[in-house]
C-alpha cells in the first residue's frame, strides 16, 4: 500500500508545526518511561500524519529496533524520487531541528537496505550522508532507535560491495584539473567478501573511517573503532609522497598528491587520538601521527600564503601548488582537523596556533568571492555556474564545508578554548555562526521542494529538479545540522 494515497496529507506548513510541538515536548523531562513511549508515538504520527501509521510504526521499530523500517529514517510516506515537482515555501518559522528531521526523512527515501548505501550518489558520498545523519543524533538522542539499526545495517551491507567500492564517479573533465586519467587496480577483497571499507582511493577510506567514528560515539562497539583503525592503518601504507618528505597519495597507484586526503588524514588521526583515554599508548601514537601530517600539510605549499586559500593538490614533478581549483571542501576539512587537534592539546599557545591557522582559512574562504555570492553571502562552487557539471562529486562539497566549519565553532565554543579566542564578544566565531545559518536558511527557503523537502545543488536557488539527489540531500543536511550545532553552541557559551 502506498501511504502516499492513503490519507489526505496535511497542509505543509501545519504538518511542519506540528512536528516543531512534537519535538519540543520530546526535548521535555520524562517523569517515567510510559509517558515517554506516549510522546515518542505523537513524534512519529507527526512524521507520519496519521497517528494509527505513527503508533504502529513506534511498536514495529520497539519490537524489532526497525532493521529495515522499509528503507527510511522515518515512514516512507512518498515511494518515488523523481521528479520532483517545484514547489516554493518561503515559511521561516520552523525550527532548525524540525528542518534537520525533514531533510533527513527526504535523504531517506534514496538509502537501499540490501547494500546499505544510497542510491543516485557513490560510495564515498554515503560516508557522508550517513555522517550527517550521525551528527544530527549526536545532537538529538531521539533519533537513537532510528539511526542505529541504519548504521548497523551500512556497516553489514556496505563493505561486501566491492564493485561499488570501486567505482570513481569524477567531475567532468572540465573541472578535473590536474586528477589523473588513470584508474587505480581494485583493492584486494577481504576474507568472506568485506572489504572492511578499503578501496583504491586513500580518501574514500579517510570519510568511511570519520563516519565510524562518529557512529562510535553514538554506540561505542569495538568493531566501528577497530575498522576506523584499520584504514588509519591502510592510509599509512600510502604515507610516501615525493614532496618535502611525505604526504599522503591519493590513490595506491600514486598517480597524485592532494589537499583533500591529507586534510582528511589529519582528520581521522586526529580524532582516532580522541576516541582513546587520554593517558593510552593509542592517543600518544595517533597524536603523534597528527602533528607528524599537520607539520607536513603547512609546509606542502597547498595553502597560498597571501590568501590562505587551498588549492587542489601539487605538481608531482616541480611539487609546486598546481594550482588547482580552489574547491569548498578543501578549505572545510582542514577545520575540522584543526579543531580536533586543538581539543587533544593542553598547551594554550599550541592550541592557540591550530585555532589561529584555522581562522585565517574559514575567514578566507566565507569571504571569498570565488566561493561566496557576492549578493547573498551563500556558499557556492566554482563548477555551478550555469551550463556547467559539478559532476557526481560537486555537489557534496559545500555541506563538507559548512560542517566543518560548525566542528571548528564548537571547539571555540569550548571554555578553554572561548577564553584563548575571545569568544563573548564580536569575533570570529560569531562571524560563523551567522554564515552558517544564513546558508541554512537560504537553501531552506529557495533552494527546497516544499511537497518532497528535497534540496537542490545551488543554495541560492531557484529549486531545479534536474539536479536533485542523495548527495544534494545530503550536503544540504550538513548546513542544517551544521545550524543546529552552532545554535547549541552558543546557547551553551552563553551561559
Request: with cysteine; net charge negative.
Amino acid at each position: 500500500m502506498d501511504l502516499k494515497y492513503a490519507k489526505t496529507p496535511l497542509d505543509e506548513k501545519h504538518r511542519l508545526q506540528m512536528c516543531n510541538e512534537c519535538q519540543t515536548s520530546m526535548d521535555l523531562e520524562v517523569p517515567g518511561p510510559r509517558w515517554r513511549h506516549y510522546l515518542k508515538v505523537i513524534f512519529y504520527a507527526c512524521l507520519c500524519r496519521s497517528v494509527f501509521l505513527g503508533a504502529a510504526f513506534y511498536l514495529f521499530s520497539y519490537t524489532t529496533h526497525g532493521a529495515f523500517f522499509n528503507s527510511t529514517l522515518f515512514c516512507n510516506i512518498d515511494k518515488d524520487v523523481n521528479p520532483l515537482p517545484h514547489h516554493q515555501s518561503n515559511d521561516s518559522s520552523v525550527s532548525s531541528l524540525s528542518r534537520a528531521l525533514l531533510t533527513t526523512e527526504a535523504l531517506q527515501k534514496y538509502y537501499d537496505p540490501a547494500t546499505g548505501l544510497y542510491n543516485t550518489t557513490g560510495w564515498w558520498n554515503s560516508a557522508n550522508a550517513l555522517t550527517a545523519i550521525a551528527d544530527l543524533t549526536l545532537l538529538n538522542s531521539s533519533l537513537l532507535e532510528l539511526a542505529i539499526p541504519v548504521f548497523e545495517n551500512t556497516f553489514d551491507k556496505a563493505q561486501q560491495q566491492t564493485s561499488l567500492a570501486n567505482v570513481r564517479r569524477t567531475m567532468s573533465s572540465q573541472h578535473l584539473g590536474s586528477f589523473p586519467a588513470q584508474a587505480p587496480q581494485p583493492a584486494k577483497e577481504a576474507e568472506g567478501g568485506n572489504n572492511g571499507f578499503k578501496n583504491a582511493y586513500y580518501d574514500d577510506e579517510a570519510w568511511w573511517a570519520l563516519l565510524w567514528l562518529r557512529v562510535y560515539a553514538l554506540s561505542p562497539q569495538p568493531r566501528y573503532l577497530s575498522t576506523a583503525a584499520s584504514l588509519f592503518d591502510d592510509m599509512a601504507l600510502g604515507w610516501s609522497g615525493p614532496c618535502r618528505g611525505g604526504g599522503l597519495w591519493w590513490d595506491k597507484p600514486h598517480t597524485y598528491l592532494g589537499a583533500i586526503e591529507n586534510e582528511l588524514f589529519l582528520s581521522v588521526a586526529s580524532n582516532l587520538a580522541l576516541a582513546h583515554p587520554p593517558s593510552s599508548p593509542e592517543r600518544s601514537f595517533y597524536l603523534f601521527w597528527a602533528k607528524r601530517i599537520y607539520r607536513w600539510f603547512i609546509k606542502s605549499g597547498m595553502i597560498d600564503p597571501q590568501h590562505f586559500t587551498i588549492n587542489n593538490g601539487l605538481n608531482l614533478t616541480t611539487c609546486a601548488n598546481d594550482n588547482g581549483t580552489v574547491w569548498t571542501y578543501n578549505q572545510g576539512v582542514v577545520l575540522g582537523g584543526l579543531a580536533s587537534l586543538a581539543r587533544l592539546t593542553d598547551d594554550k599557545n599550541e592550541s592557540a596556533e591550530y585555532l589561529d591557522l584555522a581562522n585565517r582559512i574559514a575567514t578566507a574562504a566565507i569571504t571569498n568571492q570565488g566561493l561566496v555570492d557576492s549578493a547573498t553571502g551563500v556558499l557556492h562552487e566554482p563548477c555551478e555556474e550555469r551550463g556547467q557539471d559539478c559532476g557526481a562529486d560537486g555537489p557534496q562539497f559545500k555541506g563538507i564545508f559548512v560542517r566543518n566549519l560548525g566542528y571548528l565553532v564548537q571547539q571555540m565554543g569550548s571554555r578553554e578554548a572561548g577564553r584563548q579566542v575571545g569568544s563573548r564578544g564580536p569575533g570570529p566565531m560569531w562571524l560563523y555562526k551567522d554564515f552558517i545559518l544564513r546558508n541554512a536558511e537560504s537553501l531552506w527557503v529557495h533552494d527546497r521542494d516544499e511537497a518532497h523537502n528535497a534540496i537542490g545543488l545551488r543554495w541560492t536557488g531557484p529549486f531545479e529538479e534536474d539536479n536533485v539527489s542523495a548527495a544534494t540531500q545530503g550536503s544540504g543536511l550538513d548546513a542544517l545540522v551544521a545550524g543546529v550545532l552552532v545554535e547549541k553552541t552558543l546557547v551553551e557559551t552563553k551561559k
